[in-house]
Every structure is written in C-alpha cells, then in structure tokens.
C-alpha cells in the first residue's frame, strides 16, 4: 500500500532573543539587529508536524490526528507557549533559539513519541512569521 504524509498545525507564542555569547555586543547586533533586544522579542509562532506511513486497512488513518495533537501538545505546545525560550524551557537551553535550530529541537523532542509500526514522523515546519519558517526533516 501508498505512504501518505498527515499533517497537524498547532499554534504558540513565545519571546526569544538571537544571541551568540561568544560574540562582542557589537558583533551580535550587527548580526541579529533587533532580534538582540536584551529583553527579547515574541512571535505568534505556527508548528507543522508531517508524519508518514501506510493507512490502517481499518481506519483509514495513518495516525489518529487526534493523537498526534495530543502528543504536539504534551511534548511542544505545554513546554513552549508563552514562555521565553532562552529562559523556560529545559530542552532549549544552550541554543541559540533560530526558526532553523527550533525545527531541530522540536523533532528530535517528537521523533520517540512518533514511531509507530506503520509510521514515522516525516519532518517539522516552523514558522516564526507569515513569510519565514525553517523546516527538519532529520538526518
């Protein structure tokens, strides 16, 4: 039978600041600009999780959406919604809260919980505006 990809959207805002302590303040705001604000700066941030595999003959499902919001929800969105990344949140810390860096963390955090016998997860979009997003498809 097909592989098929299912996507679920989820939605979450939190503050970030882009800075590389390795660097002089002039070189980090050369770089990030106002994404160096000492106090940070937020986003409405919108997380896509792709999964794929082979429908269930019964169901029809690759996986239950439901389950995979819930799972979204219990290993992301708790751990990350109105929080400041470079502050909250335990699996962030030490890196450099990047769209691209966030869609690594969120897969490897997701990639357990979702290796079922029929499917796997497929990749991770993030985006931290309407216009920009990094996306993960692992290794």
């Known amino acids: 039978m097909a592989e098929v990809i299912v996507t679920?959207?989820?939605r979450f805002s939190a503050?970030?600041?882009l800075h590389n302590p390795n660097w002089s303040a002039?070189?980090?705001q050369k770089v990030f600009g106002l994404c160096n604000n000492p106090s940070g700066h937020g986003?409405?941030?919108v997380l896509e999780v792709m999964v794929k595999g082979t429908p269930d003959p019964?169901?029809?499902y690759v996986i239950d959406l439901k389950l995979l919001s819930d799972i979204i929800r219990e290993e992301i969105i708790s751990q990350v919604d109105h929080k400041h990344l470079n502050?909250?949140?335990d699996f962030l810390q030490g890196i450099n809260p990047t769209v691209e860096n966030l869609a690594i963390a969120f897969y490897q955090r997701l990639r357990p919980r979702?290796?079922?016998p029929n499917y796997r997860l497929y990749g991770v979009r993030v985006f931290e505006t309407e216009n920009n997003f990094g996306e993960y498809f692992g290794e």
């Open 15 to 17: 503050a970030h600041r």
């Open 26 to 28: 002039e070189q980090n």
């Open 8 to 10: 679920r959207r989820e």
């Open 87 to 89: 502050h909250d949140v």
């Open 58 to 60: 019964e169901t029809g």
């Open 43 to 45: 986003h409405n941030y």
């Open 114 to 116: 979702l290796a079922g």
